[in-house]
């Protein structure tokens, strides 16, 4: 009996617990309805208003930029810059695109020839000229009247073309023209074929670059400082050389020669020699003395003969790449 009564109250008991356990459930239970969502709370994005108000203290650099400043020839033993090499060259390979060096640009060939108002490029007759830049051609055909030289028939077939910036480029001894006057004409376009027309000897391609006035015959550039730099047999862009002689005025000395020596090594012997003297005095209203382009990167010793006097300066003429050198006397 005893055993009976003690079981019975044990059973009351879980049954006690159980509703206590049941109602603690439904009282924590969160009831969602399928018509009504669920609101989820997200966090607004950042943005400039949302910004904390504390101003966010400066930096101080701790150094300085300061702008190079540009190498002045007048100062420095020589200058190095990009150049303007602009145009492209008129002949291109298989064909010979390197100038004539026995007759540069403001050179007499040694006192057996005129002035020379451009360069000349060799190469048989038939070779393709190509426009050295985008440009309009201005005159197409042969110069029986004296417009763009002193003398009629001077440049034979002849093709100028006008580029931006008042800068004209000029093609002459032709033996056959492909372009018209009026014609646009791009970089590297077919104008026309070497030949020996005009006052030539021998079949070349005589090239001239003007700048102002496209009939002013004394308006010439050095065409040497605007062409693209030929490239060696390794493909290394030539370097050209610029140089200035003056009085303390800074008016050109109108004589002069140089010799430019190329070395390897100050200690070693001589690999080559260059040539050149000051340009014609009607052409002395250039920017500079002389100029010789398609030198190998390296070191050259410049030196300068004028009115008995010697003056000698090393330089440095790297790949693709204009030095430029002022001897002030």
Known sequence: MRLQAYGDRLLFMKRILSLLLSLILVSCAVAVGTDTPVAVKTKAPLTSTSLPSTPVPSVTPSATFTAKTPCDPFAAEFCITEGHFILQRPIWLPGNDLVDPTYRYGSTANGTRDPHHGVEFPNPSGTPVHAAANGTVIFAGADEE????????????????????????????????????????LAGEKIGEVG?????IGSHLHFEVRRGKAEDYFATQNPELWLSPA???????????????????????????????????????????????????DLLDAEESVALSELSAGLYRIVVETNGQIIERWVDVEWGKRTEVVFVK
């Open 196 to 200: 020996r027309t005009g006052a030539a």
């Open 231 to 281: 490239k060696d047999a390794g493909g290394n862009p030539f370097g050209a050389l610029v140089i200035s002689l003056v009085d303390g005025d800074g008016h050109f000395i109108k004589l002069a020669n140089f010799t430019i020596g190329y070395y390897s090594d100050r200690s070693q012997p001589l690999i080559r020699a260059y040539y050149a003297t000051t340009y014609s005095p």
């Open 146 to 185: 004296a417009i763009y030289a002193p003398w009629g028939n001077f440049y034979g077939n002849l093709v100028v073309i006008e580029h931006n910036d008042n800068l004209f480029t000029l093609y002459a001894h032709l033996s056959q023209i492909n372009v018209e006057e009026g014609q646009k004409v």
